[in-house]
């Protein structure tokens, strides 16, 4: 049998339901209580509920999809229009989610603003604020957190919950020692994704300079070409295929030294992908649920950036799951939607983290 063996008295005053007593969270608090020193979150923040129904176009508004999980990293998008609500913060204050602590979305905010109102605003008392916005960030938290959600569509956390998180205490001296070490740790990082994004920006050039082929200069002609119809017959009817850019580069592809195949020639297997039916509705057992990768998931930096606050899983026929058959090193490519400053075909490739 598998389960958690609970005391009657642990449950005395308390919630009757069985997450709050997973052996994860169990365990975690138990590592937390046998430290010198620990604490309620209660006992260091003052959970500050200044809302308003304002927002104005100086106001820099806030949401759940403006912070990355994990790293609580602020992330602007467009500005938003009018609320129904928000919370009012101060820069410092820390912004802790209620829904869906499993994101990991805290925010320690570095400038006055407004907020979702699914966020709670904690300002620190008698602790460093920068350490505990990484605490709060931690496995210690979240492995309390993520097993103290209530309802099924909207999973979120009750006020009482959060503030009795239990969370550990050292002196201060040793809090500023770990708020210096993810410092240095954050600047490292950014330097390393400084270098990639240099290696990244110079990849197209690199290539093209081995391969010998360089891209045609624009001409101020490159919108009138002629094409022979010999040249048409079998092929594609548009006019893109055959301006002047085009041509030229087709010309250097062929003029190179290497050896040319068609794209269909280097791959064993094709498949289109599907969009399925919404997850809600009613199926059978000839449907898998599964998550589907969209467009809006490539995210021009050679990734799939999926945001669990925006997969979207739908239910596709079993049958067509099968035969898309998605592996490991398999590439996706984008085939429909683009801009005029994003065109469409980018390509992810699939690995294992």
């Given at each position: 049998?598998?389960?958690?063996?609970?005391?009657?008295?642990?449950?005395?005053?308390?919630?009757?339901?069985?997450?709050?007593?997973?052996?994860?969270?169990?365990?975690?608090?138990?590592?937390?209580?046998?430290?010198?020193?620990?604490?309620?979150?209660?006992?260091?923040?003052?959970?500050?509920?200044?809302?308003?129904?304002?927002?104005?176009?100086?106001?820099?508004?806030?949401?759940?999809?403006?912070?990355?999980?994990?790293?609580?990293?602020?992330?602007?998008?467009?500005?938003?229009?009018?609320?129904?609500?928000?919370?009012?913060?101060?820069?410092?204050?820390?912004?802790?989610?209620?829904?869906?602590?499993?994101?990991?979305?805290?925010?320690?905010?570095?400038?006055?603003?407004?907020?979702?109102?699914?966020?709670?605003?904690?300002?620190?008392?008698?602790?460093?604020?920068?350490?505990?916005?990484?605490?709060?960030?931690?496995?210690?938290?979240?492995?309390?957190?993520?097993?103290?959600?209530?309802?099924n569509t909207l999973p979120r956390l009750q006020t009482s919950d959060v503030e009795?998180?239990?969370?550990?205490?050292?002196?201060?001296?040793?809090?500023?020692?770990?708020?210096?070490?993810?410092?240095?740790?954050?600047?490292?990082?950014?330097?390393?994704?400084?270098?990639?994004?240099?290696?990244?920006?110079?990849?197209?050039?690199?290539?093209?300079?081995?391969?010998?082929?360089?891209?045609?200069?624009?001409?101020?002609?490159?919108?009138?070409?002629?094409?022979?119809?010999?040249?048409?017959?079998?092929?594609?009817?548009?006019?893109?295929?055959?301006?002047?850019?085009?041509?030229?580069?087709?010309?250097?592809?062929?003029?190179?030294p290497f050896t040319k195949l068609h794209l269909k020639d280097l791959i064993i297997?094709?498949?289109?992908?599907?969009?399925?039916?919404?997850?809600?509705?009613?199926?059978?057992?000839?449907?898998?649920?599964?998550?589907?990768?969209?467009?809006?998931?490539?995210?021009?930096?050679?990734?799939?950036?999926?945001?669990n606050s925006r997969v979207k899983f739908r239910n596709i026929k079993t049958e067509?799951?099968?035969?898309?058959?998605?592996?490991?090193?398999?590439?996706?490519?984008?085939?429909?939607?683009?801009?005029?400053?994003?065109?469409?075909?980018?390509?992810?490739?699939?690995?294992?983290?």
């Open positions: 049998m598998i389960g958690n063996k609970v005391k009657k008295s642990t449950i005395i005053g308390g919630r009757f339901d069985p997450f709050q007593f997973n052996q994860e969270r169990m365990y975690t608090i138990e590592r937390i209580c046998s430290t010198s020193e620990y604490c309620k979150l209660r006992d260091v923040v003052n959970n500050v509920k200044r809302i308003t129904t304002e927002l104005s176009a100086s106001d820099i508004y806030v949401g759940l999809e403006n912070i990355t999980g994990n790293t609580g990293d602020y992330i602007p998008t467009k500005e938003k229009e009018k609320i129904s609500s928000a919370a009012i913060f101060r820069k410092g204050d820390i912004l802790f989610p209620k829904l869906r602590p499993y994101l990991n979305k805290v925010y320690q905010a570095e400038f006055d603003g407004k907020c979702s109102t699914e966020f709670h605003v904690f300002q620190a008392k008698n602790i460093n604020p920068k350490f505990l916005s990484i605490l709060l960030r931690s496995d210690l938290v979240l492995n309390q957190t993520k097993y103290l959600m209530t309802g009795n998180l239990i969370i550990p205490l050292p002196p201060k001296e040793i809090q500023q020692q770990i708020v210096d070490r993810y410092n240095r740790a954050i600047e490292e990082k950014k330097a390393k994704q400084r270098e990639a994004t240099a290696l990244l920006t110079g990849i197209n050039d690199y290539l093209l300079k081995e391969l010998g082929i360089e891209f045609p200069e624009n001409t101020v002609n490159e919108r009138y070409f002629e094409v022979s119809i010999w040249d048409l017959i079998g092929g594609r009817l548009n006019p893109t295929s055959y301006n002047v850019k085009n041509m030229a580069l087709q010309r250097m592809i062929q003029n190179s297997h094709s498949a289109a992908g599907d969009w399925g039916i919404d997850e809600t509705e009613i199926v059978n057992e000839n449907y898998s649920k599964c998550l589907v990768i969209r467009s809006t998931e490539f995210d021009n930096k050679y990734n799939l950036n999926l945001d067509k799951l099968n035969k898309i058959d998605l592996q490991v090193e398999d590439l996706l490519i984008e085939k429909s939607g683009g801009s005029p400053d994003q065109p469409v075909g980018r390509i992810a490739t699939l690995t294992k983290i």
